[in-house]
């Protein structure tokens, strides 16, 4: 295997949060993958999916994002098939892109300083690492509205933190049972942010793009 090949690939054709979404998929934390440039969180990826053997499971991910580059040939001793790598001018740039192993819970936290461009307003779909689905209709009066997966209801007032990058959720349960959560957003683009729950576990909110109605209806 040729790893360089394969962490240069990683580095030009995918953003910091395309590397936290395709650990993501895959069932990995990406606090359980150091490193605080891309280059770095590239080249930890690989060397934790080599240690576990998944690097093919890795090298199928990168394929179903980014089906132009074979990456199984990376795998194999002789990659000079292997077709060419996107140039660095290709590789899609995030706003305020922080690294996740920044932040952990019940340890030191780096606040997001620029976490206020963060638009939480919206529907958005939430999935854990554990494999549940839920979502949520954030609103601008201070209201959301959460319909979990088990059937349950959560609805209540957010309030998001900026200086500590903190989004706090107080309402009630279905069965009028009052609760709290409260995630600290480890990183975030306008169309998907990922954030730690107090229970440990680390959540993906990814936004759901709204189908308006043309004012003028078919005849």
Avoid at 87 to 101: M, R
Avoid at 142 to 151: A, I, N, P, Q, R
């Amino acid at each position: 295997m040729n790893n360089v090949k394969f962490r240069q690939a990683l580095i030009v054709s995918f953003s910091n949060e395309d590397l936290d979404s395709i650990m993501f998929d895959m069932g990995i934390d990406p606090d359980n993958v150091k490193g605080q440039s891309k280059d770095a969180k590239a080249r930890e990826l690989i060397s934790y999916c080599d240690r576990r053997s998944k690097l093919r499971d890795l090298a199928e991910q990168c394929y179903r994002e980014r089906p132009s580059i074979d990456w199984l040939a990376f795998l194999q001793q002789d990659v000079e098939d292997a077709k060419a790598v996107p140039s660095p001018s290709t590789s899609t740039q995030d706003v305020n892109e922080p690294d996740p192993d920044q932040t952990s819970v019940g340890g030191s936290y780096d606040p997001l300083p620029s976490v206020t461009a963060l638009q939480l307003i919206g529907r958005w779909q939430i999935e854990s690492i554990a494999g549940n689905f839920a979502s949520m209709l954030i609103q601008p009066n201070g209201e959301f509205f959460e319909l979990l997966t088990s059937g349950l209801e959560f609805k209540g007032h957010w309030k998001l933190d900026t200086v500590n990058g903190i989004l706090l959720l107080l309402g009630a349960l279905t069965n009028e049972l009052p609760y709290a959560f409260l995630m600290r957003i480890t990183s975030f683009s306008w169309d998907r942010f990922y954030a730690r729950g107090e229970d440990g576990l680390l959540y993906r909110y990814t936004r759901l793009m709204i189908r308006t109605e043309s004012a003028s209806t078919q005849a």
